[in-house]
């Protein structure tokens, strides 16, 4: 059988063609000491709240203690899509969620690896 042929095409691609950028997460609930510590470390975020987000050089800080302390990012193209790959592949998603500037779903993969996918609320 050709690879063209196969039900699941889309899933043996995985999630390559549906996603335009990975970074870690990173989730403290002691936000502000970490922030302090990775500006020291990787110098100034190019963005930051100043109380719950901060974006360093491939390296997001955030407060979301209930979230996993450490994950992927993935900016992407189509979460509708993205959930229906996720199912493909035996990824559990979660329901999305609505934040200040996105919406974004969990996705868990069989072997336990996070990633919040989300797409930029565009206003």
């Known amino acids: 059988m050709k690879p063209e042929e196969k039900p699941y095409a ?3 691609r995985g999630f390559g063609d549906l996603i335009e950028r990975v970074s870690v997460l990173h989730n403290s609930s002691r936000w502000e000491s970490t922030q302090r510590d990775l500006t020291a470390l990787l110098g100034e975020p190019s963005f930051s709240d100043g109380k719950a987000w901060a974006v360093f050089d ?3 800080l955030g407060d979301e203690a209930e979230s996993a302390e ?7 193209t189509d979460l509708d899509r993205m959930r229906a790959r996720a199912a493909e592949l035996n990824w559990a ?5 609505v934040g ?10 069989p072997s336990g690896l996070v990633v ?4 930029p609320v565009r206003g």
């Open 100 to 109: 200040g500037h996105e919406i974004r779903m969990v996705l868990t993969a």
């Open 58 to 60: 491939r390296l997001n």
């Open 10 to 12: 889309d899933a043996a």
């Open 116 to 119: 919040v996918a989300y797409t």
């Open 93 to 97: 998603a979660a329901a999305s969620t």
């Open 70 to 76: 450490w994950c992927l990012l993935a900016r992407v």
